[in-house]
DNA sequence: AGTTGTACTGACAAATCTGTCAGTACAGAC
DNA sequence: GTCTGTACTGACAGATTTGTCAGTACAACT
């Protein structure tokens, strides 16, 4: 049995959970939504993000078909990440996502 | 900075991911969705899992309000796990998830 | 009398994920 | 000539999650 979703169950929630799961995807893919960015744009619009988990995480959405690397060979490097179409399939799922995570908040705040 | 996403931050993505987030709470879920069901029933439904990690993502579930406890006092004692009320409200967005992981594995299928 | 089944807990090992730190190569600013 | 910024990699420590194993108390069955 694999001690990990990562290694991929026939299971479709296991699937695209192991697509957004990490500690800084959803918010990743958040900032992107709005447009494509820089690495280094990326890293300042995410407060607390270290830049080797931001790079690690962006590596895995690359792979995964989600975003979208454009290097323009220059130095010092320009590297700009966005969304792909295959990607935006995804945004409305997180949306979803987003909603129910609103009021599973609001319902924590009420209780105290 | 938290270094997990269940230290509760104010994202509701990650508020959301914090409660279906574990190896096995999907799957848990999925197969309660057709209804109650017992303890050992549950562990049997689903081929792979231990009894350790079942009972915790139960309790997991039950403190995060998605499912309910019933026990009849009797021995040998009898425990049984439905989803309530506010739980059902999760069942449409994990519907939204499968679909999404359905194309997916698909998606990664046709890759090779 | 020994085995099986029920629903659980506690202690601990193993696997995985996240964060920290140093280092790369080059350009432009001071 | 030193410092800063760019986009990364590798090695490793620390945290977290998952899995393994033993043990509980009682009843029913053989």
Redesign the pocket.
């Known amino acids: 049995?694999?001690?990990?979703k990562?290694?991929m169950s026939a299971c479709p929630i296991d699937a695209m959970l192991s697509v957004i799961?990490?500690?800084?995807k959803g918010t990743i893919l958040w900032r992107l939504s709005d447009g494509p960015l820089?690495?280094?744009?990326l890293r300042r619009s995410i407060p607390?993000?270290?830049?080797?988990?931001l790079?690690?995480h962006?590596?895995d959405l690359v792979r995964d078909g989600i975003l979208i690397?454009h290097?323009e060979d220059a130095?010092?490097?320009?590297?700009?990440y966005s969304i792909s179409k295959y990607g935006w399939t995804l945004v409305p799922v997180l949306e979803t996502i987003c909603t129910w995570g609103r009021t599973h908040l609001q319902r924590l705040n009420r209780g105290r």
Chains 1, 2 share one sequence.
């Open positions: 049995m694999p001690v990990s990562k290694e799961d990490g500690r800084w820089r690495t280094s744009e607390g993000i270290t830049e080797r988990m790079i690690r962006l590596q690397r290097q130095v010092p490097p320009c590297v700009r």
